[in-house]
């Protein structure tokens, strides 16, 4: 009587254990060598790979409650941030634009 709840709560922490295993990894990396910005994700397994040329991107911070950084370029727009405290991302757009301006 006891074994088939046994198997089905067994089953249910696999399956949860699989869904965190698989965000475990997440990263967003941001290089800025010369006069390009180069933003790499990896979110649930998907790796994206975005350049931008610094003479040309703009950022910007959004309004609303998650307040992420955006770079845009043209017809290209990503949103940067997402692993940064929300009370530290007015100073990361600050460091990340200073540090662009330098490098360009």
Same mark, same amino acid.
């Given at each position: 009587? #006891? +074994?088939? *709840?046994?198997?089905?709560?067994?089953? !249910?922490? $696999?399956? !949860?254990?699989?869904i965190?295993?698989? =965000? !475990? %990894?997440?990263? @967003?990396?941001?290089? &800025?060598? $010369?006069?390009?910005?180069?933003?790499?994700?990896?979110? $649930?397994? /998907?790796?994206?790979? =975005?350049? *931008?040329n610094? /003479?040309? %991107?703009? %950022? /910007?911070?959004? @309004?609303?409650?998650?307040? +992420?950084?955006?770079?845009?370029?043209?017809?290209?727009? %990503?949103? &940067?941030?997402? *692993?940064?405290?929300?009370?530290?991302? !007015?100073?990361? *757009? /600050?460091?990340?634009?200073?540090? #662009?301006?330098?490098?360009?």
């Amino acid at each position: 009587m #006891i +074994l088939p *709840f046994t198997i089905i709560e067994l089953t !249910a922490l $696999g399956i !949860a254990l699989l869904i965190y295993a698989r =965000h !475990a %990894l997440d990263y @967003e990396s941001i290089a &800025i060598d $010369g006069s390009s910005v180069t933003v790499e994700k990896n979110i $649930g397994g /998907k790796l994206e790979r =975005h350049e *931008f040329n610094t /003479k040309w %991107l703009q %950022l /910007k911070q959004e @309004e609303d409650g998650k307040r +992420l950084i955006r770079i845009e370029q043209s017809d290209q727009e %990503l949103p &940067i941030g997402i *692993f940064v405290p929300v009370d530290a991302r !007015a100073q990361f *757009f /600050k460091d990340l634009r200073q540090q #662009i301006r330098c490098e360009s």
